[in-house]
């Protein structure tokens, strides 16, 4: 990847917040009946006030494109309540992937969590359970969200050493 890349809190950049929604929405629009494009931008707006707590997000851009997004949430869906904090909207921009961008994001939420004591931190995914256990997460349980099988998975934090935190 471009050596230009950067990584930062939304709180930081809230120019991207609109672009972020609308990626978002356009990712996840069919998956939850629920939600609405004004949501979208509502709870990201809310990201963009936090930088080291939660909710907060993190994205990754070079100059004026948007390249992905990772999020911290008490809760993901509000119908699973036993377990807090999630790793969220993990999303990297489709012509983007495959180059380590996403491993990098997961990454550095998980030091995040570290860096806030968090015990245990949780996510949910529909198809990227292999994705995830490469990166140290296990299966904690299956469910069901809005008839979609999904799959709860969790980690206990730990921190990134210097070297980690960049992404080469
Ligand atoms: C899931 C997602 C975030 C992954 O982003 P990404 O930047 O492609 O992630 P990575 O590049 O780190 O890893 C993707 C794959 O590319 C491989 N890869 C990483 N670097 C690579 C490189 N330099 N060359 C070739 N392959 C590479 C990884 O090993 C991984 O393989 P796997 O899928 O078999 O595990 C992205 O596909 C996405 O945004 N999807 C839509 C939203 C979504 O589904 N989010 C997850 C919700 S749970």
């Not at 996840?28 to 963009?48: F, K, N, Y």
């Not at 994205?59 to 904090?85: H, N, R």
């Not at 998980?110 to 015990?119: D, R, Y």
């Amino acid at each position: 990847m471009d050596s230009s890349l950067s990584i930062g809190y939304l709180a930081d950049h809230p120019e991207w917040v609109e672009e972020l929604a609308n990626q978002h929405w356009e990712e996840w629009r069919d998956l939850v009946s629920t939600w609405g494009r004004p949501q979208a931008s509502e709870e990201l707006w809310e990201h963009a006030k936090h930088r080291q707590g939660i909710p907060t997000t993190i994205i990754a851009f070079d100059k004026d494109l948007l390249l992905g997004s990772v999020g911290l949430e008490v809760y993901d869906y509000q119908e699973i309540q036993q377990y807090s904090p999630w790793l969220t909207s993990l999303w990297v921009m489709p012509f983007a992937r495959h180059r380590g961008l996403g491993t990098y994001l997961v990454r550095r939420m998980v030091h995040e969590a570290a860096c806030l004591k968090i015990p245990r931190l949780h996510l949910l995914t529909l198809d990227h359970t292999t994705f995830y256990e490469k990166l140290g997460w296990t299966l904690l349980e299956l469910g069901s969200v809005d008839d979609h099988e999904i799959s709860i998975m969790s980690i206990t934090p730990r921190h990134l050493a210097e070297e980690e935190l960049r992404f080469h």
